[in-house]
């Protein structure tokens, strides 16, 4: 298992991303840098965003990666876990990321948050054991036009993308999913396709189909 602190080397700068021990840190740190999950070396050679919203930002290893690959980008990382924002603000540190201390649900409000599968890693969950403060979809990114989308919430996905003017106002969306408590990957399809987006890859995991990675691009935005 990799173990923190872990190093990130991009366009001949070399940061360290700072952890704790727990399983979910070496998890998030393998699947967005050592295998690219969310295709952003590829990425990077054809786009320059300017907004960026990474909702699940867990310890900030795909916001930091984004802050040196778009070093001009506003980033937006939405993690309530206080086990992971713990390092997520050191890794935001002396950057353009903002971190934000709450959840994105499908209104504003308060809501329980599941810890109890990983320290660093949760879900909204009507048996969770944390109350954390919730924002709405309209409120992510201070209601501005996005260039890139990132969601990694543990299923909390449908919930947000049920309102679409989150996709409406985004133009390139990277997610990971999750198909918990009977939900579908057709399900999902529906929800980005009837936000006005088109569904570039579908990538389930090896040995486990209930998860895997989704890119989609808005409609009328030149395909990346």
């Known amino acids: 298992m990799l173990r923190p602190p872990f190093w990130l080397a991009v366009n001949g700068q070399t940061c360290r991303i700072v952890a704790g021990s727990e399983k979910g840190s070496g998890t998030c740190y393998s699947e967005v840098i050592v295998e690219d999950c969310y295709g952003m070396f590829d990425y990077s050679k054809r786009a320059k965003p300017q907004v960026i919203v990474d909702i699940g930002a867990n310890i900030g290893v795909f916001s930091k990666l984004c802050s040196m690959l778009f070093p001009n980008a506003q980033i937006y990382a939405y993690e309530p876990n206080p086990a992971a924002l713990e390092w997520l603000e050191q890794n935001a540190s002396d950057t353009k990321i903002t971190v934000l201390p709450v959840a994105v649900g499908d209104e504003r409000g308060t809501a329980k948050f599941d810890t109890s599968f990983d320290s660093t890693l949760g879900r909204i969950s009507k048996s969770g054991d944390l109350e954390v403060t919730c ?32 996709l409406a106002r985004t133009r390139d969306f990277c997610l990971e999913y999750h198909l918990f408590e009977g939900k579908s990957i057709e399900e999902l399809s529906s929800l980005i396709e009837d936000a006005g987006h088109r569904i570039q890859s579908i990538t389930p995991n090896l040995g486990n189909d209930q998860c895997g990675f989704l890119r989609s691009t808005r409609w009328g935005a030149r395909l990346r």
């Open 135 to 166: 924002i709405a979809p309209s409120d992510v990114a201070d209601a501005r036009q996005i260039d890139l989308l990132k969601i990694d919430c543990e299923g909390g996905e449908f919930e947000i993308l049920k309102d679409l003017s989150l």
